[in-house]
C-alpha cells in the first residue's frame, strides 16, 4: 500500500466567500494501450482569477499494480495533495485529488498519466472536477487515509467556511454507503466486482473528529479512500 500527502503553499485565494462547485464528472472503461487516458473538453465552471480545478479521481485494475504518476488540467501541470492506493494480488484501486491553477478558460482537458501501459489490463476511473475559487490555500487543514471497509476518513473540521472533499473505491459491486457527507458527485461500478464514488460537503461551523465514512456493500477484498479539508 502507499500513501502520498503533499502539501502545498498559499496562493492568490482568499479574496471573498470560499465557493466549491462540481462542474463535471467523467468515467472511462476501455482500454486505451497507453499510459494515459484524456477527458476531453471537461467543463471548468465561470473563469475566475482565485480559480483553483479540483480533479478527484478514484481507480481500479485487475491483473497489475498502477498508480496515476500526473495529471494536467487545461494544459497546466497540476499538484497532486493526497493519494491512497492498495494493491492485493495484483488488483489495485487507488484514490487521489490533484489542483491547478486555472483562472481563464470554460473548459479544457484533463489527462491523468499512470505509471504503467494499460492494453493488458481491465481497468476502470471516474472523476469528478470542481470550481474552487476564493481558498486560502490549498495546503489542507487536515487530510485523512485508509485502507480497511469500512473507509474510515474521519476528519477536524475548522471554524469558518471549508469544503471537505472524499474518495474512496473498492471491490464491492453493490455500492458504497456514505456517512457524514451529504453530496455524491461520482457513483460509478466499471464492472460487477468494483465501486468507484467521489462526495463532498461544505461547512460553516467548528467540529472536532467529523465521522465520515465509506461503507463497501458485498465487499470483497481491495479499499481504499482519501479525504480533505479546504479553507
Known sequence: MLIHNNLIGF???GGGPLEITNTDTETATSVSGTTTHTFSSASFGDAN???RIVVAVADCFSGIVQSITGMT??????TEII??????SLNTVETVIYYADVPTGTTGDIVITWSHNMSTSMYGFGISVYRLIN????TPTDTASDTTD????????????SVVIAAAGCSAGTGITWTGLSNEDVVYNPSGSWR???ARDSFTTEETGRTIEADCITYYSNACGVSMVLQ
Open 83 to 88: 493519494a491512497q492506493l492498495n494493491a492485493i
Open 49 to 51: 482569477s482565485t480559480r
Open 135 to 138: 481558498a486560502k490555500s490549498m
Open 150 to 161: 469500512p473507509i474510515t476518513l474521519d476528519l477536524d473540521i475548522p471554524s469558518g467556511k
Open 11 to 13: 496562493g492568490a485565494g
Open 73 to 78: 488540467i487545461g494544459g497546466i501541470t497540476a
Open 196 to 198: 468507484l464514488e467521489v
